[in-house]
Antibody, heavy 121, light 110 residues
Framework: QVQLVQSGAEVKRPGASVKVSCKAS????????IHWVRQAPGQRLEWMGY????????KYSQKFQDRVTFTRDTSASTAYMELSSVTSEDTAVFYC??????????????WGQGTLLTVSS | QSALIQPRSVSGSPGQSVTISCTGT?????????VSWYQQHPGSVPKILIY???KRPSGVPDRFSGSKSGNTASLTISGLQAEDEADYYC??????????FGGGTKLTVL
């Protein structure tokens, strides 16, 4: 069965960087883009961007493009999201979600369990 | 990219129908761009309900339906049930090959 399993909760100081992993299983990793979504406590879902695991191409939301980097390790079927210069506003749950990149209308059909980042001095 | 506009909250009694709107622009919802809807219970992961405006993934009850007119997409839930109480988010593809979510709507089943 399809699964996206994310790394565990993180606590960071303001100004630090954090790297979250998303390990895929149950499907061909390179056929689906991995998107990243941020959700602050009690707030809405925010799309951060995506990576195409096949060729490493990325697309970042304008809001995050100066601070976020998506990478992948196809041999491990794992995608990574690194966020730098974190502030208290980045205290949130970060989700990875897959999307069929061959179908324009495809939704985010499977989601990781979420990774809680707490930014505190 | 600004969030799509959704009502903060809606409510209905069991058995009734409710509709949640999602308003964007001609660059996202209003274009020939796919719109999807997600349900999120407190403390849980979002779940896909509707994609490509009005298609339901297998397993989603037909009580959930979607539509679009101009710059506004809508999610209708008929025959409300207690377990439908959750947050609902619309999401649209955008012309610049990005995606945007709505502000979210809290559904209360009275």
């Amino acid at each position: 069965q399809v699964q996206l399993v994310q790394s565990g909760a993180e606590v960071k100081r303001p100004g630090a960087s954090v790297k979250v992993s998303c390990k895929a299983s149950g499907y061909t990793f390179t056929r689906y883009a991995i998107h990243w979504v941020r959700q602050a406590p009690g707030q809405r879902l925010e799309w951060m961007g995506y990576i195409n695991p096949d060729n490493g191409d990325t697309k970042y939301s304008q809001k995050f493009q100066d601070r976020v980097t998506f990478t992948r390790d196809t041999s491990a079927s794992t995608a990574y999201m690194e966020l730098s210069s974190v502030t208290s506003e980045d205290t949130a749950v970060f989700y990875c979600a897959r999307r069929d990149k061959a179908t324009r209308s495809a939704p985010f059909d499977y989601w990781g369990q979420g990774t809680l980042l707490t930014v505190s001095s | 990219q600004s969030a799509l506009i959704q009502p903060r909250s809606v409510s209905g009694s069991p058995g009734q129908s409710v509709t949640i709107s999602c308003t964007g622009t001609s660059s996202d919802v209003g274009g020939s761009n796919p719109v999807s809807w997600y349900q999120q219970h407190p403390g849980s992961v979002p779940k896909i309900l509707i994609y490509d405006v009005n298609k339901r993934p297998s397993g989603v009850p037909d009580r959930f339906s979607g539509s679009k007119s101009g710059n506004t997409a809508s999610l209708t839930i008929s025959g409300l049930q207690a377990e439908d109480e959750a947050d609902y988010y619309c999401c649209s593809f955008v012309d610049d090959y990005s995606w945007v979510f709505g502000g979210g709507t809290k559904l209360t089943v009275l």
